[in-house]
Each structure stands twice: as C-alpha cells, then as structure tokens.
C-alpha cells in the first residue's frame, strides 16, 4: 500500500502550519496539515499528499531546517486523515497530477535556491531517487505503451486464433489431407511460438524496436496459411478429377 503522509518531528514552536505547508508544498500537493504538541520544546507535524510521490520526495529532506529547528521526516502509514475535516489541497510545484513525474533533484534545488537550508548531501539523495525511480518507472511504463501501441497481448490471440478458424473452415468445407493439416498445425505452432517469445524475450522491457516488425511477420504469417492452402487444396481437386 502506497504512503501518502509523513510523520514530521522536532518541529519548531515557533513553526504555524502556514510555515509547515511552504516547506512542504514543494514536493506536492498537499491535501491536509495536522500539527500537535510534542512537548515543551517541540511539535508534531502530519502532513499529507494527494498523492504517493510527494510524500516520498518529502523524506528526502529529513533534517532540514523549518525555522529554527532542523526537522525529522518519517513515513506515516498509519495516519488517517481525521473524518469530520474537509480538506482543500494546495497545489505544489508540479503544474498538473497528470504530467510527467517531477524530479526530486528539481525540488531540491529549488528549496536551495529560494533560501532553505536543508539536510547534509541533499542533492545526492534527491539524484539517487530520481535515478532510481527512472529505472523503475521506465521498466514498468515501456511494456505498458508498447502493449498499447500495437496490441500485443490482442495480435498474438488473433494469429492463433485466426489460424485455427482457418483450420476448421477448411476441413468442413473440403476433405483436408493430412499433408495439409499437418501444414496447418505447424503453422498454427509458430505463431504461437512466436508470439510467446516475444512475450517472453528481456528486451521487451527495454522498448526494443523489433517487436513491431516481429509481429507484422507474425500477422503475415497467419494470414498467408489461408492462401497457400487454398492453392493447394485446389490444386489437389484439379489432379483427383
């Protein structure tokens, strides 16, 4: 299950919840702020994102300064947003929920620029998860695309299938030799084949530019068995009258 707020401590008395949502409105959009009393010295901040990301980039800037007080960042899995509060999201540096995902390295920067004096080797963590989550994001995003773009999981069913209607109509409507069925078969076999490794093959994952072709081939193959076993089951009534 996804993480969307984090738990903040050591957080400054002199911090207000206006101070808590500008530190934190550069990583997302933040959905709700809920400070309590820690103890003599300090409190405690729960804040909450719309969304998973900017609750991730937020605990990159564990240790940085909110005020005066330089701030622990911890996950809050189990914090619910209290049920009676509405809650109105104030919208962070990214322009859209639907735009690309936004750097953490960006974030960082930005904070540094604009005076926020953040934790030792910010920058390198924010360019570690950044890395990180390219790898993941890319891995996951080039085989959803490529099954979009030209119906993987669809073109290899319909070769298979388009093969084995071609079987049935054939042998119902002519007596099929076995030579021939057996030309069927084989050619039924390799679409599947190829298909299946196409599937299976590593490269998919890193958005290879052969699949298309690889399965042009295959839609060709299926639809040339029709045709050459036209010719030959003609060919075979020809000789037997």
Do not use: C
Not at 14 to 35: C, L, N, P, T
Not at 126 to 138: G, H, M, P, Q, Y
Not at 157 to 164: D, H, L, Y
Not at 183 to 208: M, P
Request: without cysteine.
């Amino acid at each position: 299950m996804s993480v969307r707020t984090v738990k903040v401590t050591n957080v400054s008395l002199s911090a207000s919840e206006k101070d808590v949502r500008e530190f934190f409105s550069f990583s997302g959009d933040i959905e709700y702020v809920e400070m309590q009393s820690a103890d003599e010295w300090s409190q405690i901040a729960h804040v909450t994102f719309k969304d998973p990301q900017g609750a991730d980039t937020a605990l990159l800037l564990s240790g940085a300064t909110i005020v005066d007080l330089s701030v622990i960042i911890t996950p809050a899995p189990e914090y619910q947003i209290p049920s009676h509060v509405v809650t109105h999201p104030t919208t962070g540096t990214s322009s859209s929920s639907d735009s690309a995902v936004q750097k953490a390295e960006d974030v960082v920067s930005t904070m540094l620029a604009k005076g926020f004096v953040l934790g030792k080797d910010a920058i390198g963590k924010a360019k570690s998860f950044d890395e990180k989550l390219r790898i993941t994001s890319t891995a996951t995003s080039t085989v959803t695309s490529i099954d979009k773009k030209i119906g993987l999981s669809e073109k290899i069913s319909a070769g298979t299938s388009v093969v084995n209607e071609k079987v049935k109509e054939m042998d119902q409507r002519f007596q099929v030799s076995e030579k021939t069925k057996s030309a069927f078969a084989a050619a039924e076999q390799t679409v599947s084949n190829a298909g299946s490794a196409i599937l299976k093959n590593r490269y998919i994952f890193t958005g290879a530019s052969w699949v298309t072709g690889a399965f042009n081939k295959v839609a060709k193959a299926a639809t040339d068995v029709g045709s050459k076993t036209k010719e030959k089951v003609a060919a075979e009534q020809s000789q037997e009258k």
